[in-house]
C-alpha cells in the first residue's frame, strides 16, 4: 500500500463524483457501475441486442487512461500475463452473470447503498461471504500461477481498443454517427453525462484508484487475513461521500421501494453478489481493479474484462439478466454452474 490515505481519497472521491454524474445524465444510482457500463460497451460494439442497453461509456476508457497515466508517472506500467487465461474468462463471464443478476458490480452495491437503496444491503453481505469463499479456497493451496513478463507492445493493446472506442463516442457525438457501432434510441443507454464529463470523471477515479490500490475485495480480505483496514475505510468514504453527495443533489431516497435499477428478490441479490465475491476473489480482484490493470498493461485482466464482455452477452442472449422486476427465467441455472465451476477449480488448481 502506497500509503493508508490513498483508498479514503479514491472512494471519496469515487462517492462524490459518481452521484455528480447521476446528476448530469447517467442512471439513477449508476454514477459508475463497472459491470453495467461493461454490459453497454458491450451492447454498443454488438455482443448483444438488448437495444435500450448499448452505449460506450467513457467513465470505462478514463479509468483506463487515468490508470495508465499514473502507472507511467509512477513507472509501474509492466505487460504481463499468461496466468491461467482460460479459467480466468470464464470467471470473468460468471462474475458479470451474478452481477447482472443483482444489477450492479461491487462499485454499484456501494453506490447504491449510498443513495438510500436498502435492497443493496444483501448484496453486500453475498459479496463479503463470496470473498470468504475466496479465502477459504485460498488457505487450502488454490492459486493461478504467476503472470509472466510479456513484449511491452502487448500491454498497450488494450489501452489502443479503449482509445478506438472513445473515436467511436466523440464522432457519434460530433457528427451523428461514428464507427460501426450501435447507440440505444431509448433506454438507459441514452441516460448519459456529457461524453467528455464521463471521460474526465473517469480519468480522475482512474489515476486515484491506480495510485491506491483500491479494490472492494481486497477490502475485505486484507481485514479478514491482516486487521489491515486501508482499503476497508476506502469502501467507507465511498459509502459515505456518496450519501453526502446524494443528499445535496437531492437524490438520496431512502428505503427498499421503487429504486433506480434495482430489485428486491433479496435471495437472487444475495446469491448473485455471493458468485461475483467468489469469482472475483479468485480472479485477483473487483471489477475496477481489472481495469485500473488494463490501463498498467496487464493481459491477465484483459482476459478476465473480456469474460465479463461475453459474459454480459450471454446474460442477454440467454435471458439471464435481472430487470427492475427480477431476476430472468434461466438466471438460478446459471448461478449453480457458476458455484460449481468456482467450487471445481477452488479445489483442483492449486500452486505449483
Not at 457501432?181 to 477515479?205: C, D, E, R, V
Not at 433479496?266 to 465475491?277: D, E, Q, S
Not at 496487464?298 to 435481472?322: C, E, K, P, Q, T
Request: hydrophobic letters at 50%; proline letters at 4%; a positive charge.
Amino acid at each position: 500500500m502506497k500509503g493508508s490515505k490513498w483508498p479514503v481519497v479514491a472512494g471519496a472521491a469515487l462517492g462524490i463524483i459518481a452521484p455528480l454524474l447521476t446528476y448530469s445524465g447517467n442512471p439513477g444510482n449508476m454514477g459508475f457501475c463497472a459491470a453495467c457500463f461493461l454490459r453497454d460497451t458491450a451492447g454498443s460494439i454488438g455482443l448483444h441486442q438488448a437495444a435500450p442497453l448499448q452505449y460506450i461509456r467513457p467513465e470505462l476508457i478514463g479509468l483506463i487512461f487515468g490508470a495508465l497515466v499514473s502507472a507511467l508517472f509512477a513507472k509501474e506500467f509492466r505487460a504481463r500475463g499468461g496466468s491461467s487465461p482460460f479459467i480466468r474468462l470464464i470467471l470473468g463471464t460468471f462474475a458479470m452473470i451474478g452481477a447482472l443478476t443483482f444489477l450492479g458490480c461491487p462499485w454499484r452495491a456501494y453506490l447504491r447503498l449510498g443513495g438510500g437503496d436498502l435492497s443493496a444491503i444483501a448484496g453486500i453481505v453475498g459479496l463479503f461471504v463470496g470473498v470468504l469463499g475466496g479465502i477459504f479456497f485460498s488457505n487450502r493451496g488454490f492459486s493461478l500461477g504467476k503472470a509472466k513478463e510479456q513484449a511491452p507492445v502487448t500491454g498497450w493493446i488494450s489501452v489502443i481498443i479503449a482509445g478506438l472506442l472513445l473515436i467511436g463516442v466523440i464522432t457519434q457525438f460530433s457528427f451523428g454517427e461514428g464507427l460501426p457501432l450501435y447507440f440505444s434510441q431509448k433506454g438507459p443507454g441514452t441516460q448519459h453525462a456529457f461524453w467528455a464529463l464521463s471521460l474526465a470523471g473517469g480519468l480522475i477515479i482512474g489515476v486515484l484508484m491506480q495510485k491506491s490500490r483500491f479494490c472492494s475485495i481486497g477490502a475485505f480480505r486484507n481485514f479478514i487475513l491482516f486487521r489491515d483496514s486501508s482499503l476497508l475505510n476506502g469502501v467507507i468514504a465511498l459509502v459515505v461521500f456518496a450519501a453526502i453527495t446524494n443528499a445535496l443533489l437531492g437524490q438520496f431516497h431512502l428505503g427498499f421501494e421503487q429504486q433506480p435499477g434495482a430489485h428486491n428478490q433479496y435471495l437472487w441479490n444475495f446469491l448473485g453478489m455471493a458468485l461475483c465475491g467468489l469469482c472475483f476473489a479468485l480472479g485477483g480482484g473487483c471489477p475496477g481493479k481489472h481495469l485500473v490493470h488494463l490501463g498498467e498493461g496487464d493481459n491477465d485482466s484483459a482476459i478476465f474484462v473480456l469474460g465479463m464482455l461475453l459474459g454480459a452477452a450471454a446474460a442477454h442472449r440467454l435471458s439471464l439478466a435481472a430487470s427492475g422486476s427480477g431476476i430472468g427465467e434461466f438466471t438460478p441455472y446459471a448461478l449453480v454452474f457458476g458455484f460449481i465451476f468456482c467450487a471445481y477449480i477452488g479445489f483442483t488448481k492449486k500452486s505449483a
